[in-house]
């Protein structure tokens, strides 16, 4: 019982906007970090706090996929979340190489996704908010007798 209860909870921090955008925030500082470590003139202790910084994001995306990929919510299998979500798990790794850096990137592009998803969402509700209310002035004239 609790267990279904914490899966639907999660389920549905996982799909609110405000964590959409969290994801998106988080990405985009990660990526605003290796710009940094990239920069000619970077300063080395600067970048070492920025590192460790990067390294919590890296954490927060690596609890993210699995719980994720734990719960599946939306997904016939766990096996179809991992094909579909492949480039988190990637993205995430809390080790820092010139490898991870370069795959951190995919950060980024998952940042894009989702925000591209938000604004399509988005779009689809006010869509269908004016759709409906049309459809709610077109049934009111049907209320009026004919003469």
């Known amino acids: 019982m609790y267990y279904a209860r914490t899966t639907k909870f999660i389920a549905r921090v996982q799909q609110s906007p405000?964590?959409?955008?969290?994801?998106?925030i988080l990405a985009l500082g990660s990526g605003s970090v290796l710009l940094y470590e990239w920069w000619p003139g970077s300063d080395a202790e600067t970048f070492?706090?920025?590192l460790r910084l990067d390294f919590y994001i890296a954490c927060f995306f690596l609890l993210d996929f699995l719980v994720g990929w734990f719960?599946?919510?939306?997904?016939?299998?766990?096996?179809?979340?991992?094909?579909q979500n492949w480039t988190s798990?990637?993205?995430?790794?809390?080790?820092?190489?010139e490898l991870t850096q370069f795959l951190r990137l995919l950060r980024i592009?998952?940042?894009w996704r989702v925000l591209r998803m938000t604004i399509g969402v988005w779009g689809m509700g006010r869509f269908l908010h004016k759709?409906?209310?049309?459809?709610?002035d077109k049934s009111g004239?049907?209320?009026?007798p004919s003469r």
């Open 48 to 50: 070492a706090k920025l």
């Open 141 to 144: 004239d049907f209320d009026t």
């Open 71 to 83: 719960i599946a919510d939306g997904y016939p299998d766990r096996r179809t979340y991992l094909r």
């Open 131 to 136: 759709h409906t209310a049309s459809l709610a």
């Open 18 to 24: 405000w964590y959409a955008v969290l994801l998106i």
């Open 89 to 97: 798990l990637v993205s995430s790794i809390p080790v820092t190489t």
């Open 109 to 111: 592009w998952r940042a």
